[in-house]
């Protein structure tokens, strides 16, 4: 395939990709579902799964081995983009007057449903010796599992939040609190599993170790400071600031680039870059900077979906997969749910209260996703194991709205019951104009 023709299809590849998540939109929103449900959907029915039922091969006539490398680097830029507004959307003041709860609430929703995960994964082992992945060991398997069946996706759990008008009650408060908290965890114990495995027994643990150290100190010491010696100085004209965006988005993928240089995924450079930025802008200013690498991140995400997609396939999963995808559902939603609703209960919060709350940890979303794929080019999780996970984390989301909204009572189309907080505003127009 000639170069002119490769980036020809690379662009048609990516318009299909957006046109199908447009084609599903108007169901998405019918079922008031977050756009990464249809995302996720619109990659699984562009793979395998359902495209690969057709004659003909149609995902490898469609994506070519040789297009998806370059749909790799756009799928790389958007997560980026994503990861970072996440790491700034992470805003801690909620934890004012309530940190008891809070705390409280995000320990037994990670440590129920992270025994649980742990336990069933070597129940797993027991009968399957072989889901250890190439990685061949145990330990880091259920590890693995634990991590990723316990977590919460911040950026999702905000737009349900802001649909279902709870950010201004305490159990909207509460829940994004935990949703932050659980998420940079997350993040935390795979950057350690994975420097584990890639440098268990040999001196290459050490370094990267070291580089990661000198990559974080750098970050809090110099990064963190001059952005807000940066950006406080600037000022928007005519509502235009570009130069704080391109000075912004460098910084995100240069620290990218670091955390690839010290042996660590690039997406955790964009989430810490997105956490070092100084919360306290000027609202236009964040608003103006976030907003367009937050909508281009957005925009280039599900190209990653349909790259995933391609490597899904449902089709083979068969009595044992289903079996899986039921005992990891009942773990990961069971667990959560138990953990933080009988807490919320506890410290003598309403039992409607308390149910709401253990629906919402239970958000699922990009982040999850990228640690799967992370996990499986590890060698954490086989490719069946990764369709299996990957289904959990979709059947897990589609649960949540409805539930919530079942809860709450909330009739017709929700919307901000009062001023949204600068960090809530891009998740929460994004939210909006794909719902329209």
């Known amino acids: 395939m000639k170069g002119s023709s490769l980036d020809a299809v690379v662009l048609a590849d990516i318009a ?58 756009v799928a790389h830029v958007g997560i980026a983009l994503f990861m970072f507004a ?56 259920a590890l693995f599992l634990g991590i990723v069946l316990s977590m ?48 268990l027994g040999t001196d290459s643990l050490a370094l990267t170790l070291s580089r990661l150290t000198s990559y974080a100190l750098v970050m809090l010491l110099a990064v963190r400071p001059a952005l807000h010696s940066f950006l406080a100085r600037q000022r928007l004209h005519g509502g235009r600031s570009l130069m704080p965006i391109l000075v912004v988005s460098s910084g995100v993928f240069l620290s990218s680039w670091c955390t690839a240089w010290a042996g660590i995924h690039a997406v955790i450079g964009a989430f810490v870059f997105g956490l070092v930025m100084p919360r306290d802008l000027d609202p236009d200013l964040r608003h103006a900077v976030e907003n367009p690498l937050h909508h281009t991140g957005a925009l280039l995400v599900p190209v990653f979906f349909a790259l995933t997609g391609l490597t899904v396939d449902v089709t083979r999963l068969g009595r044992h997969g ?29 039992w409607r209260d308390a149910a709401t709350l253990g629906v919402l940890v ?48 909330e009739p017709g189309r929700p919307g901000p019951a009062g001023p949204v907080p600068a960090q809530q505003r891009p998740a929460l127009e994004m939210s909006e104009e794909q719902g329209s």
């Open 16 to 73: 299909l990709v957006l046109l199908v998540g447009v084609a599903l939109t108007p169901v998405r929103a019918r079922l008031r579902q977050p756009a990464v449900v249809a995302e996720i959907a619109a990659g699984i029915l562009l793979g395998p799964s359902v495209l690969g039922l057709l004659p003909g091969d149609l995902p490898h006539a469609l994506f070519p081995e040789e297009v998806r490398s370059h749909l790799s680097v």
């Open 152 to 199: 919460s996706a911040l950026s999702v759990l905000i737009r349900i939040v802001g649909e279902n008008r709870l950010q201004a009650t305490p159990v909207g408060a509460i829940a994004t609190a935990s949703g932050a908290i659980t998420e940079v965890l997350a993040w935390c114990a795979l950057i350690a599993l994975i420097t584990v495995a890639q440098g």
């Open 362 to 409: 239970n958000t699922k979303g990009l982040s999850e996703i990228i640690m799967l794929t992370l996990g499986r080019d590890a060698g954490f999780i086989d490719d069946r194991l990764f369709t299996v996970l990957l289904l959990t984390a979709l059947t897990a989301t589609v649960l949540v709205n409805p539930l919530v909204r079942h809860l709450t009572g």
């Open 322 to 350: 289903v079996l899986a995808l039921a005992a990891f559902l009942v773990v990961a939603w069971g667990g959560k749910f138990a953990g933080a609703a009988l807490t919320s209960r506890a410290l003598h919060h309403s």
């Open 86 to 141: 996440a790491g700034w959307q992470l805003d801690f003041q909620a934890l004012r007057g309530r940190g008891r709860s809070v705390l409280a609430i995000t320990g037994a929703s990670l440590a129920v449903p992270f025994a649980l995960a742990t336990a069933l994964a070597y129940v797993l082992l027991a009968v399957r010796p072989e889901l250890t992945g190439s990685s061949g060991s145990p330990l880091l398997f």
